[in-house]
């Protein structure tokens, strides 16, 4: 009997609580990001899609179609050809087609290619009409947009906030007050700092 | 203003044309109110939940309930074969008509309510059983096995929670010495410790009162955390799987008039129903205010709890709730008894 | 209706009951994935519960027997795609285990730090969802808010939010930066006073307390004869982590408890799930804090991987319970067979015998209490 009523208690006390913490954060910020009206942010390392490399001082494409990341694909997506032009040492690619409807993004072609003729493109922004549109020709994507160069921490589109990986340049000193902050460790700050209630 | 409107229009026939226009004025205002606090819940519910809820459609999301409607009205009327057609048909509306007519009652103001029947308290409940039954009949047609164990238990928690709230209205009968909603709302006038909430020198218990009226509403409107009825991760929709289209919308929007009904009624039994505190403003804001106050309050608990058991409902209504309201109905009866000898 | 005569056979059990079949179809917003249980039920009570599985058998174990071992590593993410690290870790282990190849220590602590990372995302998943099913819809937000911040840590590190390929053998893809390890410390301190937050919403509230405690009973000897691990074993008593029988990668250097409750009831594994976060929490500050210098990855493998021929295995703790991968190599560069032995298969074969007598909604909440990936079921 006692335990009864003293359980009528404690449970309506943990009522209360329950309903006190949902108000709490009834007044809080929400956290949603309004997609497409603002974007997110994409890290460097993030898998798109995997897109053909210029070579910095050629501008040609690095692959020659050695077929290494054919080999390694655990789906069979990829289609590669190349050719031998005339008075070249080796060949070069001639069709890169990517059948993105059955890519798991695993990475076992990027990692297989040892030229590092490929890597992953950070385009999440994919939509089509039909399936076709995403047998990917990674080849004529590569001659109609311009591309950048082989340093991967190229910006990409809806990056704005983009920074780059370099740790700080100084170790973490003890905060004195009234002392201005590092500008890299306020840049990583603020990177992790938003969105945490 | 509407005393204006009546001393104009006095020559004619006075009492039909005043009927006819609170009949108008309350289809509209429980129209409204159903579209609205469907707005109102998703917004409320998006906030707890750190999300922004309906933005798309209209300002804020304010056209969002009436993007609904028009989908619902848009969707075929589906009767599925082997229903019991005629009660089919007639459910949804047997659950908005008592509603309808039991708002006839409530005093929205002074002088805003459409009829000024003595036994207006009795009324309101004796239209409020229509809407269990209702359920039952929907559940019951729809020939489907989450519909009917839904409309089962839709019948045994309505049971269970119509007794506490009976007893808590007879307290509150006693106390108040009358059945009349308007003599109710006129007792309470003055500051708000004049409130019958707060007047314990009539029942001690008063809070408690509240509380146990409170929790009977959730629980007879078929709300969270008492909504076995559409326990949706347990029977699908459960008494309302079988409607389509505004089948459907009809139960939706009378589950709203049906909680408006509930906090109207609280309002004026309890928290004063139009009198201002400060004596400011008139009537009809203070009871919206002190209404939508409680419809929020309503939201909130939605969207804190989690379901009870179906036994742990019944539980706390037989084991708890009865006995509590039946201790309060004699300690006020008793009071009464104490302040009449001295 | 249809009534249909008691499946009870023998003679003494009474008048037989009218039974009616309630088909929690494979469509259903309660389990978890494409489970079909079929319910004989007596009024509210269940008579008997047979879970039909097999609606997402993607032959997982004999994609094994055509891919190389390198093309295996995406198949292993997406078995249980809610505990993806830990189920590559026992497949990498196990390559690694058979071909001896030592991993570096960094690429060890990293491993464990990615584990844990993702027990308690999964978690955080487990209680979002179960709590829906019991009708609080609120926690399940704030529990994803949580769990955003881990996938966006994750991100940063392996490029993928859910099936991360991230292990290869030897070690794991990429190093981690700075932005993660400062990005993890500053979870572990965000996600203790969230903890706090739940357990006063949540596992302090009477109604979730009347919901669970004492509801869905499962013995030891029931554990025992269906081969029941993870959360559910430890719910009823028996303190059996793998993480600690079989200690494997890094483990043995790290300090943790294994939380265990004696009642059996879905409370007490509520409760070690959610004590199992925050021993992870503590795991990962330990792992951020003695993160040794060093290569990430193996040097000197061979391109393709071959095998030698014999039978390896290696466990894990995954988020449900036991992982095994089993692998069975005739020296060639594709395995000759891949055993996958999940978790839930065998916490699901319980349900049967405990959810006997139970009422509609107990068995449910029984049910989300074993907390299963039906893929993981059907591989």
């Known amino acids: ?197 | 203003m509407i005393q204006a409107l009546e001393k104009l229009l006095s020559p004619l026939w006075p009492e039909p044309l005043r009927l006819v226009l609170f009949v108008v004025g309350m289809v509209l205002f429980v129209a409204l109110n159903a579209m609205y606090l469907v707005w109102v819940e998703r917004k409320g519910a998006g906030r707890f939940q750190r999300r922004p809820g309906p933005t798309e459609v209209g300002p804020a999301g304010l056209l969002q309930p009436v993007a609904d409607g028009i989908k619902l009205m848009s969707k075929q009327l589906i009767v599925p074969a082997g229903v019991d057609s005629t009660l089919f048909r007639i459910a949804p509306l047997l659950v908005m008509a008592p509603v309808l007519m039991s708002l006839a009652v409530i005093p929205f103001g002074q002088d805003l309510a459409a009829r000024n029947i003595n036994a207006g308290l009795l009324m309101i409940f004796a239209l409020g059983s229509i809407n269990v039954m209702a359920l039952m009949l929907g559940g019951w047609s729809s020939r489907n096995k989450y519909a009917i164990i839904s409309a089962a238990r839709v019948v045994s928690q309505n049971v269970a929670y119509e007794i506490p709230m009976l007893l808590v209205v007879i307290t509150m009968a006693m106390v108040t010495g009358t059945l009349n909603l308007n003599e109710i709302v006129r007792q309470q006038s003055g500051p708000f410790w004049h409130w019958n909430l707060f007047r314990l020198g009539l029942n001690p218990l008063m809070p408690v009162t509240f509380l146990i009226f409170y929790i009977c509403m959730l629980a007879e409107t078929n709300r969270a955390p008492f909504d076995m009825a559409e326990a949706e991760s347990e029977l699908v929709a459960g008494a309302y799987t079988e409607y389509a289209g505004m089948g459907f919308g009809v139960f939706f929007m009378a589950e709203y008039a049906n909680i408006v009904l509930g906090c109207s009624l609280a309002t004026v039994l309890f928290l004063g129903g139009w009198q201002s505190p400060i004596g400011r403003l008139p009537g009809l804001v203070w009871f919206l205010l002190k209404m939508y106050f409680l419809v929020f309050s309503v939201v909130w608990v939605r969207w804190t709890f989690p379901r009870t058991q179906f036994y742990g409902l019944l539980n706390l209504s037989w084991k708890l709730l009865i006995p509590l309201s039946l201790f309060t109905l004699i300690l006020s009866s008793a009071m009464l008894k104490i302040l009449r000898a001295l | 209706m249809n009534a249909q005569a008691s499946i009870s056979p023998s003679p003494a059990a009474g008048p037989p009951k009218e039974t009616f079949v309630l088909n929690l179809g494979p469509q259903h917003p309660a389990t978890h994935g494409v489970l079909r249980v079929k319910m004989t039920m007596d009024g509210e009570y269940l008579v008997r519960a047979e879970p039909v599985c097999g609606y997402v058998h993607r032959m997982q174990e004999k994609m094994g027997e055509n891919r190389t071992y390198a093309q295996y590593l995406p198949n292993t993410s997406r078995i249980d795609y809610l505990s993806a690290m830990n189920y590559t870790h026992a497949f990498v282990g196990a390559v690694e285990r058979a071909a001896r190849i030592q991993v570096p220590p960094r690429a060890e602590y990293i491993r464990v730090i990615t584990s844990e990372l993702n027990r308690i995302s999964s978690h955080l998943v487990w209680w979002g969802a179960f709590l829906l099913d019991l009708g609080g819809f609120t926690p399940l937000l704030y529990a994803f808010d949580d769990r955003e911040k881990i996938l966006d840590l994750l991100e940063g590190i392996t490029g993928s939010r859910l099936t991360y390929c991230y292990y290869r053998f030897g070690g794991v893809c990429n190093d981690v930066d700075e932005v993660f390890l400062k990005g993890a410390r500053q979870f572990v301190a965000h996600m203790r006073p969230r903890l706090k937050m739940y357990r006063q919403l949540v596992t302090e509230n009477i109604i979730l307390r009347k919901r669970l405690v004492g509801i869905g009973p499962i013995s030891p000897e029931l554990c025992r004869q269906y081969g029941a691990t993870g959360p559910v074993l430890r719910g009823s008593g028996v303190a059996y982590d793998v993480r600690k029988a079989e200690p494997y990668g890094a483990y043995p250097e790290f300090d943790f408890d294994i939380p265990t409750f004696p009642e059996g009831d879905s409370m007490a594994r509520y409760l070690v799930r959610m004590e199992e976060m925050a021993q992870s929490l503590r795991i990962i500050e330990q792992g951020l804090a003695k993160l040794p210098a060093g290569p990430v990855r193996a040097e000197k493998l061979p391109r393709v991987l071959k095998l030698p021929a014999g039978d390896y295995c290696y466990a894990v703790e995954a988020a449900r319970g036991r992982f095994l991968v089993r692998i069975v190599s005739d020296r060639k560069e594709i395995p000759y067979r891949v055993k996958l032995r999940t978790p839930c298969l065998s916490n699901l074969s319980l349900f049967e015998e405990a959810s006997r007598g139970l009422l509609l909604p107990d068995a449910l909440a029984l049910l989300g209490s074993l907390d299963l990936v039906i893929p993981d079921i059907d591989r």
């Open chain 1, 1 to 197: 009997m006692k335990q009864a009523l003293k359980e009528i208690f404690t449970g309506f006390y943990s009522l209360l609580v329950g309903l006190w913490i949902t108000l709490r954060q009834f007044f809080r910020p929400t956290v949603t990001v309004h997609y497409p009206r603002q974007t997110l942010r994409i890290p460097p390392r993030f898998r798109g899609h995997i897109e053909l490399v210029r070579h910095p001082a050629t501008g040609q494409p690095i692959c020659f179609a050695c077929k290494l990341c054919k080999r390694a694909c655990p789906s069979d997506c990829i289609t590669v050809e190349g050719a031998k032009v005339q008075g070249a040492r080796k060949r070069s690619v001639t069709t890169y087609k990517l059948d993105f409807t059955r890519c798991s993004l695993c990475g076992a072609c990027v990692e297989a290619c040892r030229e590092g003729a490929i890597r992953f493109s950070r385009e999440y922004n994919l939509a089509g009409w039909s399936k076709d549109e995403f047998i990917l020709d990674l080849f004529k994507r590569l001659e109609t947009e311009a591309q950048a160069t082989v340093d991967a921490q190229a910006p990409n589109r809806g990056a704005a906030m983009m920074k780059s990986e370099v740790p700080p340049a100084q170790p973490a000193e003890p905060a004195r007050a009234g002392k201005p902050k590092a500008a890299t460790e306020l840049a990583a700050a603020g990177k992790n700092g938003g969105g945490n209630s």
